[in-house]
């Protein structure tokens, strides 16, 4: 069946302009992670679902970052005013649950360059 | 908060070699641990994984044991291919979120 894809595979910004990164999950998961990979920090959590909600966003690494996701399915992550050091592939993850026992299944990632 | 410590690399060995990749965590709960591998050109993969302690998680030739008293989860596998080069991740995920807290990647070259 299909996996998690994500939208774009690649984008080239310039600094100060708004991006928007698009994830959809596998069908029926109700749990989504976004992760961001950077040669700096390694790979680091930022956000995730439950459902619609977000609990806790405190991951997100400043107030430039905000998430959504509606009707349980596709997410959205959204940079403000982006920077250089905004410049890292975002990976997205979904699962059937939060317990222990599900595996997160990720997508291919969205690799962001900002100039 | 929690963190995952992975041998540095890049490491790189003969086909069947031995392969040994060092991973030591620390969580504040009862943690379950994880290995995932991206190939080259492909996205993160779950290779294995253990949930509490003393069990051992194995695929594909791989396999780690969940050591709560050493606080490890080191990944051994007998006999390398050149099809096992990509880079190989130590997770935890702990807390009521079960988000990965990632080490920082070992990059395994196998060379024929």
């Known amino acids: 069946g299909a996996g998690v894809s994500q939208s774009p595979s690649n984008k080239v910004t310039e600094k100060g302009k708004d991006v928007e990164l698009r994830c959809d999950p596998i069908?029926?998961?109700?749990?989504l992670y976004w992760y961001r990979q950077s040669l700096g920090q390694g790979l680091e959590f930022l956000i995730y679902?439950?459902?619609?909600?977000?609990?806790?966003k405190s991951g997100l690494p400043s107030d430039r970052f905000s998430a959504e996701r509606t009707g349980g399915s596709v997410s959205t992550l959204t940079i403000q005013r982006t920077q250089q050091e905004d410049s890292a592939v975002y990976l997205c993850?979904?699962?059937?649950?939060?317990?222990?026992?599900?595996?997160?299944?990720f997508g291919p990632g969205t690799r962001l360059t900002v100039t | 908060g929690d963190s995952v410590t992975q041998m540095e690399g890049p490491v790189t060995l003969s086909e069947e070699a031995f392969l040994t990749i060092n991973c030591t965590y620390t969580?504040?709960?009862?943690?379950?641990l994880f290995w995932y591998v991206q190939y080259p050109g492909e996205g993160l993969q779950l290779l294995l994984k253990?949930?509490?302690?003393?069990d051992k998680g194995s695929n594909k030739g791989f396999e780690a044991t969940y050591r709560k008293e050493t606080t490890s989860f080191h990944l051994e596998k007998g006999s390398v291919q050149v099809s096992d080069s990509a880079v190989y991740f130590c997770?935890?995920?702990?807390?009521?979120?079960?988000?990965?807290?990632f080490g920082s990647g070992t990059q395994l070259t196998v060379l024929p």
């Open positions: 993850a979904s699962s059937a649950g939060l317990a222990e026992f599900y595996e997160q299944y």
């Open positions: 069908s029926g998961h109700t749990a």
């Open positions: 679902f439950q459902g619609n909600s977000a609990p806790d």
């Open positions: 969580a504040t709960g009862y943690p379950s």
């Open positions: 253990a949930t509490k302690a003393d």
């Open positions: 997770a935890l995920s702990d807390g009521s979120a079960r988000q990965l807290t």
